[in-house]
């Protein structure tokens, strides 16, 4: 017998939450000692090569608030524009950062190497950029989105080429404040809202 769905009303999603802080870095939810180092809390592992900065920024969300909550993942090759685990790659750099929006101003601050330009499968030549992955409360599914550099030549990367209207392009560059520091900020919707892609 087949149960008539029309009565049935759908049931509330459950979002990342804090649960996403209490797995991910637990220290930061609070939970110090569970292990003795976190996974990735920096992607820096001693003398590495290339420009060390810094990228400030905050998740805005609709209302045009700071997300206190928001948790944030990096990827990126090295200053040669090498990744992890392929030959010639920074034995000192891992390419992968966790870290987390202050829980008071709802800024983050990511500090790693900045990236060199890399040749991709393809054979087409991407410009300099960081791969980010965000979660907090409303978001469902965690959102990919990319950081490049205002100081960069931008105009050859082949995701960039691909964005329109084009204008939106200035939604992904980071703006340089000062010497090896980058404001980025990134907002879910509304006027300005940032590129996320499907991957």
């Known amino acids: 017998m087949v149960q008539n769905l029309g009565v049935l ?3 509330p999603s459950q979002t990342a939450g804090p649960y996403v802080h209490i797995g991910l870095m637990p220290s930061y939810a609070g939970n110090s000692g569970t ?3 976190e996974v990735g809390t920096t992607p820096i592992k001693g003398e590495v090569r290339g420009e060390i900065i810094e990228i ?9 608030w700071a997300m206190r909550d928001a948790l944030l993942e990096s990827w990126q090759c090295d200053a040669s524009g090498v990744f992890p685990g392929n030959e010639g790659a920074d034995p000192n750099f891992s390419g992968h950062c966790r870290f987390a929006a202050d829980a008071e101003t709802g800024e983050f601050t990511l500090r790693t190497v900045k990236p060199g330009s890399y040749l991709g499968r393809s054979g087409i030549r991407s410009a300099p950029h960081i791969s980010l992955w965000i979660v907090a409360r409303g978001i469902n599914l965690g959102l990919n ?4 550099f205002e100081d960069e030549d931008n105009s050859f990367d082949p995701l960039l080429k691909r964005i329109d209207p ?4 200035e939604t992904l560059l980071a ?3 000062d010497i090896g520091r980058y404001r980025f900020d990134i907002r879910l919707q509304g006027e300005g809202e940032t590129v996320f892609l499907e991957v």
């Open 35 to 37: 292990y003795d180092d």
């Open 145 to 148: 989105t990319r950081v490049y």
């Open 166 to 169: 084009a204008p939106r392009v």
């Open 9 to 11: 009303h759908e049931t």
């Open 175 to 177: 703006n340089r404040v």
């Open 56 to 64: 400030t920024g905050s998740v805005f969300d609709g209302m045009g």
